[in-house]
């Protein structure tokens, strides 16, 4: 079969979709990935991909320039013919949805977050809501990554629970992520965010945790790695990130292909994000054994086993994240060790890719079914109308 990719980046596809990609193509179909262009697109296409081009700004909605997104999109698709269509990130789900209802082509969204309009609240929140129960009116099925966003789309009659699916996040390849060996107690501790460098991820609240940590522990190191994202309308300035490294408050390391090496050498992982689908990075720390401190929002805690595989804090609050860590600091090393190796254990039972990828694969064979059934009825409907006209 001939399956469509669609995603607000490329590189989301190559970071995130990837074993969902390479188990497609090894079951034989072939797969197009329709994004905007960026570095990854290379790789993409050397794992057996295609790729093409889609114009799209991720920021924001704009009337005219979404009517012209759901017509690019639609364009493709007739030019594409897939058989079925999986889409990740907002307004690829819901104009994606749009494009690919007037063509009768099954439509797979997964929900990885709600994003800053959907958080926003007041008038961006309402248009946010009337798109998503336009676009996903008669979908078959909806994947969500968290129970908090699931329930919330039910309650808001966003999705039926018919529709709706829920994953464990992207799935971990847990060979790649591998568990490693725990820093050495005459380290001095390593607290590490990943994330791209927006208001909504937490990291004004990362500072805040920062300075007060070591006031009393001037050693302790904290480090962000991730993008400066100045497409974002929540980015932070390259600027303020340049002045809280160059006040030795944090170590920017920028960004990097392969964040293991960099997990490796912490020891405590750092999300304090607003809201969540299911953060990966989380994901990739905990597979690879490491102690983690996330706010108690939707996507955070459903990696978090408080106390056993790290600690929750409260949401926009730099206070209790610094005492979430100074908890974590008052623990021995072999407290620790055991804390990273409980969230191992977590990964393996609940996270294994391998659980995402059979989804899909199941989803795929339900969703062409209903559509050759679809099209029985409508080929029997066409004949018995002729035969009434006749």
């Known amino acids: 079969m001939h399956i469509l990719i669609t995603v607000n980046a490329a590189w989301n596809v190559w970071n995130f979709r990837r074993p969902i990609v390479a188990a497609m193509i090894a079951d034989g179909h072939n797969v197009t990935v329709l994004a905007p262009y960026d570095d990854s697109v290379v790789a993409l296409e050397g794992l057996g991909c295609k790729v093409l081009p889609l114009e799209m700004s991720v920021k924001g909605f704009n009337p005219l320039q979404d009517i012209k997104l759901i017509g690019r999109m639609r364009k493709v698709f007739r030019a594409q013919k897939p058989d079925a269509i999986f889409s990740y990130t907002i307004k690829n789900n819901i104009f994606g949805a749009l494009a690919a209802r ?57 999705a039926t629970a018919q529709q709706a699916r829920l994953l464990p996040g992207s799935g971990i390849d847990l060979t790649h992520f591998a568990a490693t060996d725990y820093p050495s107690e005459s380290d001095a501790p390593v607290f590490l965010m990943i994330a791209r460098l927006l208001s909504h991820k937490g990291v004004i609240e990362y500072i805040e945790a920062a300075r007060k940590v070591r006031a009393n522990n001037p050693h302790v190191r904290f480090q962000i790695l991730g993008a400066v994202d100045a497409a974002n309308r929540t980015a932070i300035d390259a600027s303020i990130v340049k002045s809280w490294h160059d006040e030795g408050v944090i170590e920017y390391l920028g960004t990097a292909d392969d964040v293991r090496p960099h997990i490796a050498l912490a020891h405590c992982v750092v999300l304090p994000s607003y809201r969540e689908g299911v953060p990966r990075t989380l994901i990739e720390a905990a597979a690879m054994a490491r102690p983690l401190i996330a706010t108690d929002v939707p996507g955070c805690r459903a990696v978090v086993d408080v106390g056993v595989t790290g600690y929750l804090c409260k949401v926009r609050d730099g206070s209790d994240l610094a005492r979430s860590m100074d908890t974590f600091l008052a623990l021995t090393r072999t407290e620790r060790v055991q804390m990273g190796l409980a969230g191992r254990v977590k990964m393996e039972r609940t996270f294994d890719q391998t659980i995402v990828v059979e989804a899909y694969r199941n989803i795929l064979t339900v969703a062409i079914s209903t559509k050759a059934s679809a099209g029985v009825r409508s080929a029997s409907a066409r004949a018995l109308s002729g035969v009434d006209q006749a």
């Open 102 to 158: 007037s063509l009768g082509i099954p439509f797979i969204p997964n929900v990885t977050g709600l994003g800053t309009a959907f958080l926003s609240g007041g008038f961006l929140q309402r248009i946010a809501e009337g798109l998503y129960r336009r676009a996903f009116r008669n979908l078959g099925v909806i994947f969500f990554q968290n129970k908090d966003d699931r329930d919330l789309f039910l309650e808001r009659r966003l």
